[in-house]
């Protein structure tokens, strides 16, 4: 039986495992960066090593907040649902973002809301991102529609470390943002044991007809549309989890990315009577053949409050490497060896993004390795080997500015969002 162990209840610090061969463990204390070589130095470059620090990283931030280990009651709250907004910093002329820790306040439109029991998040955002509740819009596509004609719905939310950085820096003005010098987040550091800039992204399934809330990590939310000015309280499935975080020997960040294991198939491999989140093996019986092309994004408008659109038949262009999947399967029996019913056991980790030479004076980008990481939740329609439009996560934020003189942001499209003049 694999050995499972519990830290403190809050985000504390981890430095190990030394080696790939100590894992699985299941601990709430998050890796701070890479392992250390033999020699003391990173173990850059090395695909387990990065794999690891993925399966350790969603351990840590998903664990409960209580400190109970990590899928032992079958589902629980997690610790990153805790953490503030992107759109928090958001803010408008004059406002100063709230402390660390400031709950989010509850739409007026949802104050109102009878069957709002057990709600535990607000999906939203502000008219100024586009007026659309839980954004729905993958970034350089369209949305995502599942089976029963339900948006999937994205949030982005960032650590301690990342908005006190923001906060405390001015950063959620353009007048701050222009005084400022160079954007440079906070990093983990195995030296001082400090953990950097985080941020995380999660996709969201509106659970309807034929979908087991019993597979899922599910929270119950307010989904609410500004320009329709409603509120509705639903239960939602995680399907999707990226997880971005900045560490010293990866100053262009670490990409890990998480999915659903009922999400899609990989291309042309459907298992036959298998059920999909995203994929209908009968598709072609139920809406245009147009609508059934893998990967297509689907017909415009976009709008949420629109019924009976179609959905997306979704499946998975690369393959998940052999050895990310074998370290996949090691957490998942450890996690069903604490509990058989483990909602956590249904997700898998697609990738690890990362920079192979991150201080190469030729490329900003740090070599990126695997040159292309797409997750079928988040980048549906970019997946591929296809440059630059299939989806790299170090290429794609490396664009990432903050002001009109292109000043870099450190990789995060947030500050590209801040309007506020000062």
């Known amino acids: 039986m694999a050995t499972a162990f519990v830290a403190a209840a809050a985000l504390y610090a981890w430095a190990g495992p030394k080696d790939a061969a100590d894992w699985p463990v299941l601990t709430a204390a998050h890796p701070v960066d890479v392992a250390h070589g033999a020699a003391g130095t990173p173990v850059l470059g090395d695909h387990a090593a990065y794999d690891l620090f993925s399966w350790m990283s969603f351990v840590a931030l998903n664990s409960s907040p209580d400190g109970t280990v990590l899928g032992k009651t079958g589902d629980n709250e997690t610790l990153w649902s805790s953490w503030m907004e992107d759109f928090q910093v958001l803010v408008t002329d004059g406002q100063t973002p709230p402390p660390w820790g400031t709950p989010m306040q509850v739409p007026a439109a949802c104050k109102a809301v009878s069957g709002a029991q057990d709600v535990s998040r607000v999906i939203s955002h502000t008219a100024k991102m586009h007026g659309v509740v839980g954004l729905f819009d993958q970034a350089q596509a369209g949305p995502l529609i599942d089976r ?103 100053p262009q960040w670490i990409w890990s990315t998480f999915e659903h294991v009922d999400n899609a198939p990989d291309k042309g491999e459907a298992r036959p009577g298998g059920h999909y989140n995203f994929y209908d093996a009968d598709c072609a019986s139920r809406q245009p053949t147009s609508s059934c092309v893998p990967n297509a994004l689907p017909e415009t408008p976009w709008n949420p409050q629109n019924p009976g659109q179609y959905s997306v038949q979704v499946e998975r262009v690369t393959p998940i490497d052999p050895q990310t999947a074998a370290m996949t399967a090691s957490f ?91």
Not at 156 to 172: F, H
Not at 176 to 188: R, S, T
Not at 349 to 359: A, D, E, F, S, W
Not at 404 to 419: E, G, H, M, N, Q
Request: one cysteine or more; aromatic letters at 10%.
């Open 148 to 250: 029963n004609g339900a948006y999937v719905r994205y949030e982005i939310l960032i650590n301690a470390p990342m908005y006190d950085y923001i906060r405390d820096n001015g950063l959620y003005t353009q007048a701050g943002l222009n005084a400022f010098g160079q954007i440079d987040f906070p990093a983990g550091s195995l030296d001082t044991g400090q953990i950097g800039a985080i941020m995380v992204k999660a996709a969201w399934k509106v659970l309807g007809v034929g979908d087991d809330p019993t597979r899922f990590h599910v929270s119950r939310a307010y989904v609410v549309d500004e320009q329709a000015n409603t509120c509705a309280p639903e239960l939602l499935g995680l399907v999707g989890f990226h997880i971005s975080t900045k560490t010293k020997s990866a």
């Open 332 to 422: 998942q029996q450890a996690l069903r060896d604490v509990n058989p019913n483990s909602v956590w056991a249904n997700y898998m980790l697609v990738g690890t993004q990362y920079p192979q030479r991150p201080t190469d004076p030729t490329d900003p980008q740090g070599r990126p390795f695997p040159p292309y990481l797409a997750n079928t939740t988040i980048e549906t329609f970019l997946q591929g080997d296809t440059p630059p439009v299939s989806s790299s996560c170090i290429a794609c934020h490396n664009r990432a500015t903050a002001t009109a003189s292109a000043k870099p942001s450190d990789f995060t499209y947030i500050l590209s969002r801040v309007t506020a003049k000062d």
